[in-house]
């Protein structure tokens, strides 16, 4: 069975993936909280990427890093340290994890590396100033170390919408700003996580063993479509 090292499997996406994986793969979860669900299959490793150290893993095939962001503000009232925390958990933290499993990947036939970016790389949206700094660093961080790690690790990142998750329920509290979110996608629509789970799992796969070094839009036409 092959291994999967998810960071931040308890919440959000990454337990839509985590939930999604266990049917055919061994999931060692990293994150600050346990997930709330058990399985056979599932371990996991209580962990504060930003402060701790990572466990040590002797062999997998997949890492996938979910911790993020979205911090939004007007320009003029986002500080310094919002910059620097946003780039911290956006950017050091997967750079962290990549240096410390690409060891343990490197013994596999077929490993990968997924990351998050948001369509606020592709899109000036107003307030995204450091969400979208640190991503776009996520994204030029996919591309080089794809680079650097070609043939034998392929490295991808998704690059989602709204997604339906706590780290976005504060711009989905109620009909109103549902119906705003929905509206203002081409496909009129927003993500479930379970959504962006299957595009995960499709880049950890072999069906998608040629593909390295790219970032994929789940974007609900809010990036690729003008209506
Ligand atoms: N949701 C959206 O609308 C949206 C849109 C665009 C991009 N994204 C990106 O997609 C990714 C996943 O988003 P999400 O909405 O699923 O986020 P989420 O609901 O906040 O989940 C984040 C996960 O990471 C873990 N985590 C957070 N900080 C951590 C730390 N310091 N150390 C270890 N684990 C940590 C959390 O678990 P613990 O709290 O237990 O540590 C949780 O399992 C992020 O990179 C985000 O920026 C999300």
């Known amino acids: 069975m092959k291994k999967i090292?998810?960071?931040?499997?308890?919440?959000?996406?990454?337990?839509?993936?985590?939930?999604?994986?266990?049917?055919?793969?061994?999931v060692v979860n990293i994150s600050r909280t346990p997930p709330d669900f058990q399985h056979a299959n599932l371990s996991h490793h209580t962990c504060d990427i930003l402060t701790d150290e990572l466990p040590e893993i002797e062999a997998a095939d997949s890492l996938i890093y979910c911790p993020g962001s979205i911090n939004l503000k007007p320009f003029n009232r986002l500080k310094l340290d919002d910059f620097r925390t946003d780039f911290e958990i956006n950017v050091i933290g997967a750079v962290k994890s990549i240096q410390a499993y690409t060891k343990a990947l490197s013994q596999s036939e077929s490993a990968s590396i997924v990351l998050f970016s948001t369509v606020a790389t592709k899109l000036g949206m107003p307030f995204h100033a450091s969400v979208a700094t640190a991503k776009s660093a996520v994204e030029g961080l996919t591309k080089s170390v794809a680079a650097d790690l070609a043939p034998t690790i392929r490295v991808n990142a998704i690059a989602p919408t709204i997604t339906d998750t706590e780290l976005a329920a504060k711009f989905l509290r109620n009909e109103r700003m549902i119906e705003s979110t929905i509206q203002r996608h081409p496909l009129k629509k927003y993500l479930a996580p379970s959504e962006v789970a299957a595009m995960a799992e499709y880049l950890?796969?072999?069906?998608?063993?040629?593909?390295?070094?790219?970032?994929?839009n789940l974007d609900c036409g809010i990036v690729s479509l003008k209506l």
């Open 204 to 216: 950890i796969s072999d069906v998608s063993k040629s593909i390295s070094g790219q970032i994929f």
């Open 5 to 26: 090292i998810i960071i931040g499997g308890s919440k959000g996406i990454g337990k839509a993936i985590t939930e999604n994986l266990l049917k055919e793969y061994e």
